[in-house]
């Protein structure tokens, strides 16, 4: 039996310095025949954890970032973003770093530039185990799964997409990103915060962060880029939180950036445009930057750049061709900086490879995004160049995509191609072709792609700005009364959020900006003998302040599905509303919010029983607040009583004193003399010829048993309801 000794010892010694392992290893192994040591900070990593860091989704190669210009931040106008991140990297106890920004500012190639230059200056490369997860990747899981509540959500639904054996189990992922041997990065998050709206708590996913996976070791390091409009819409400013938000580039930055790419060796500060007929390369920066102010943010006569927008022209623009002269039915003509760009890479790969025209252009990268999710090898690839007979070694040098020498395929050059492609496809879809075609691929993008306000939305929203938008309403009404529920390869479940996603459709086209207009849309589509009949409103939210009301106040509903509605409990219901075999998903309400729904709005009974599993709370909440309405209500009505009875009887009262005891409660006073109950007559008294009293009406003299006998009697319950509900 062999004896081993395994000893742990710290990286860093007192002073900061690295302790030389192999020195104390050494001075073991003249007691021991048989010694393995290792730093703390390596031995999980080597040992616990080996086995399940799976290289199918763990990222340890170089991403090979080219070209990469430091950007600034907010937080300093000295230290780069890349510098802030390896000080933030340096440091324990600071588990979270946020990076924000606009889209295409270049939060993920900052991200990534960082993490190259961790493997090259780590160490112990063998610790470093980066999780990259990108959220668009897994959006179609997310929305299947929407309850994400930690990291580990996101693991596991990668795992589950890769189908990894040897999973770490969350506790064991925990440890091991507390023990810092796993950098996870959180790749635009912005997506799951607008494709699941509030069912992801971000403030509570942060706090998970902290809690579960820095508690013990401090050297968690996880990083999350977002937009910085969802993000600081989201979580509050938190000091604990390294928090960098990106500048775009300067326009020295642009023309130094400009400069890598055409092998301008000159340093940033001092970099002049030559003037020389021969300098070609001075005369591309030159071209590059004059296109790129067209494109520019312009502050105050200060002009700044989008990385994407350089990245584009840097590799593809340097024409001043106009848009309205591209040979497209496909692209907008204007409204569309994505268009525009694209429209003018297309047209040159025409001038410079006689490549086929721009709409057989587009038409095979709609079906590289809308069959092939945007990657595809070189069988797909020569199946798609047959379909659309055309010359696959242009495509193969095609600007918007990469060639993969090893699977002979190519994929987009920039991921949002995969979603801009498939929203074209989508407008196309929606504009020329029957609603009765839809395949399992165009369902789901239908889905994904329409909300009420999300970017792709309104993308969509210009290119159906042309349509007859009435033709367009007929055209889908008829589909969801006649044949959405008869497509049998298509399940229900689907068939309830193709139903939605139409119907938001022509909220956003028709412009039914407010609660009346989308309740009448609502009848015009789903009222049928006097009945809204196979509604479905599922993932319903909105970015902005307005929320989305409809007016249910006298309609019936049958056989209707609501999910992911977080409005819906903030809509207009009264007594008549009623719902019969209706499913209720939450969430459909916001804590806090008040409700005018009742048990009594729903079909209790066993043939039209509803699922009330979304609002149940609400209901409760509502029942609770009735109950203390009610009780309230009893206490005054009892007050007011004593104020009557005087001798065993109810005697006349001056109106004056009555109005002045009951002062807070006038409002009760003014439905019983409503009501009938009390009666309102002229008197003639000491100090007044004509003064005003009240009596209690005849008809309620048995409410003497609340005097004498009971809490309650008959007329008493009678008098309590006619309160409520007036």
Request: net charge negative.
């Amino acid at each position: 039996r062999v004896n081993k000794k395994i000893i742990l010892i710290d990286e860093k010694n007192k002073d900061n310095g690295i302790i030389d392992k192999q020195r104390i290893k050494k001075l073991f192994e003249r007691e021991y025949s048989n010694v393995e040591i290792y730093y703390i900070e390596e031995f999980s990593a080597l040992k616990l954890y080996h086995d399940l860091v799976d290289e199918r989704i763990f990222h340890k190669e170089y991403f090979y970032i080219q070209d990469f210009i430091q950007p600034m931040t907010d937080k300093s106008n000295e230290k780069t973003a890349n510098f802030l991140l390896q000080e933030w990297y340096r440091d324990v106890d600071k588990p979270l770093a946020v990076l924000k920004g606009l889209g295409g500012i270049g939060k993920t190639t900052v991200v990534k530039y960082f993490i190259d230059n961790l493997h090259k200056t780590q160490n112990n490369k063998s610790i470093i185990n980066t999780l990259f997860i990108n959220s668009h990747d897994l959006i179609h899981d997310i929305m299947k799964n929407p309850k994400i509540e930690d990291l580990f959500d996101f693991y596991r639904l990668l795992a589950e997409k890769y189908n990894i054996e040897k999973k770490f189990d969350k506790k064991n992922l925990e440890l091991s990103i507390d023990d810092g041997n796993i950098l996870m990065v959180l790749d635009g998050i912005d997506e799951v915060i607008t494709k699941i709206g509030s069912t992801f708590n971000v403030t509570k996913f942060i706090e998970s962060i902290f809690n579960d996976y820095s508690s013990n070791m401090g050297r968690a390091k996880i990083i999350i880029t977002c937009r910085d409009y969802f993000w600081d819409k989201a979580i509050d400013y938190n000091d604990d939180i390294l928090t960098l938000s990106l500048k775009p580039f300067t326009k020295e930055m642009a023309k130094q950036y400009f400069g890598k790419h055409f092998k301008i060796e000159k340093h940033v500060e001092t970099y002049k445009i030559s003037k020389k007929e021969n300098d070609i390369d001075a005369k591309k920066v030159e071209r590059a930057i004059s296109l790129a102010e067209d494109f520019s943010i312009v502050e105050d006569t200060t002009y700044t750049y989008i990385p994407y927008i350089l990245d584009m022209i840097k590799e593809n623009i340097l024409t001043n061709s106009s848009m309205n002269f591209l040979e497209s039915d496909i692209l907008l003509k204007q409204g569309s900086v994505n268009d525009f760009l694209v429209g003018k890479v297309c047209e040159r790969e025409i001038k410079k490879l006689d490549n086929s025209p721009i709409d057989k252009q587009l038409k095979l990268f709609m079906d590289i995004a809308f069959e092939y999710e945007g990657v595809l090898n070189n069988v797909h690839l020569e199946k798609l160049g047959n379909k659309h007979n055309i010359n696959l070694e242009k495509f193969r040098a095609h600007p918007l995509l990469k060639y993969s020498e090893d699977s002979g395929g190519v994929e987009f050059r920039y991921d949002f191609f995969n979603q801009y492609f498939k929203n074209i496809r989508l407008a196309i879809f929606l504009k020329n072709e029957s609603f009765n075609d839809l395949t399992e691929n165009m369902t789901d993008i239908l889905v994904q792609h329409i909300s009420y306000d999300g970017s792709l939305m309104k993308d969509l929203e210009k290119r159906l700005s042309n349509i007859d938008f009435e033709e367009m309403k007929l055209k889908i009404f008829t589909f969801i009364k006649e044949e959405l529920y008869e497509i049998t390869k298509i399940e229900k479940s689907l068939q309830n959020r193709v139903n939605s996603s139409l119907f938001t459709l022509l909220l956003v086209l028709g412009k039914y900006n407010d609660r009346e207009l989308r309740t009448e849309l609502l009848k015009e589509i789903y009222e049928e003998e006097n009945k809204i009949k196979n509604l479905c409103l599922i993932n319903l939210h909105t970015l902005t302040t307005n929320k989305i009301l409809f007016d249910f106040k006298d309609l019936c509903f049958e056989d209707c599905y609501f999910e992911s509605f977080e409005n819906f409990t903030e809509c207009s219901f009264n007594e008549k509303t009623f719902f019969s075999k209706c499913s209720f998903i939450a969430p459909l309400h916001r804590k806090g919010i008040k409700t005018q729904l009742e048990y009594k709005n729903f079909d209790q009974t066993e043939k039209g029983q509803c699922n009330l599993e979304g609002i149940i709370d609400a209901l409760e909440e509502r029942k609770n607040d009735q109950d203390d309405i009610e009780t309230d209500i009893r206490n005054v009505l009892k007050i007011v009583l004593r104020l009557f009875w005087e001798n065993s009887t109810f005697r006349q009262k001056q109106k004056d004193e009555i109005r002045k005891k009951m002062k807070k409660y006038n409002d009760i006073i003014d439905k019983l003399v409503k009501n009938n109950i009390l009666n309102e007559l002229a008197v003639t008294t000491k100090q007044k010829r004509n003064d005003r009293a009240y009596r209690l009406n005849e008809k309620y003299s048995n409410l003497r048993k609340i005097m004498e006998e009971n809490d309650t009697c008959s007329e008493f319950e009678d008098i309590i309801n006619i309160v409520k509900e007036n």
